[in-house]
């Protein structure tokens, strides 16, 4: 078995744009691998996105019902979006939190953050709790369609070992708002 280099860094040499869209860019770099050889790499450039677990006053959690055009199906998640140019993961995630499902919460805690697919997009989703939740008026965008969901702890551990939510970014929030209150119970 080859033993690997020292550092498994690949080197830039050259990018360019394959794709500008209104939320996604692509982009072709050639790099330099780490024994010396080139090749290259495909990659969706995206600005990052928050995800929220926003825990209502009876301990439920709120998720989201909305159709997903590229899997043609409605998926269950838990409110998200992505950063606007320049704005801070806290503040997307309050605006999202906001705009989505017209709460606002007291409490902030940041869980940390996952990388979705690093074989070939850039994007960063930071993970949120949202505690204190105290609702307003809800600010949809035109064209997002939606319903609001009520679900125990329990219930979504449940929906997920049985397949019925599948969104990755869901899925991996919870799991650390679990180790979140593992961790606090001590």
Sequence with gaps: MNKPPASLEEICLASERIF????????????????????VREYINHPGAAVIVPVLQDGALLLERQ??????????EFPAGKLDSGEEPLATAQRELLEETGYR???WHALGKIHPLPAYSDETIYCFVAENLT??????????????????????????RSGKITDAKTICAFFMFQVMKNEAKG
Excluded at 21 to 28: A, P
Excluded at 147 to 155: D, F, G, I, M, T
């Design 67 to 76: 159709y997903r055009y590229p899997l043609r199906d409605e998926i269950i």
């Design 105 to 107: 919460a007291e409490t």
């Design 135 to 160: 609702h307003e008026q809800i600010c949809r965008d035109d064209d997002e369609f939606l319903e609001l969901l009520s679900v125990a702890p329990s219930a979504l551990s449940a929906a997920i």
């Design 20 to 39: 500008d869209g209104t939320l996604l860019h692509v982009r072709r770099d050639k790099i330099l691998l780490p024994n010396q050889r080139t090749s």
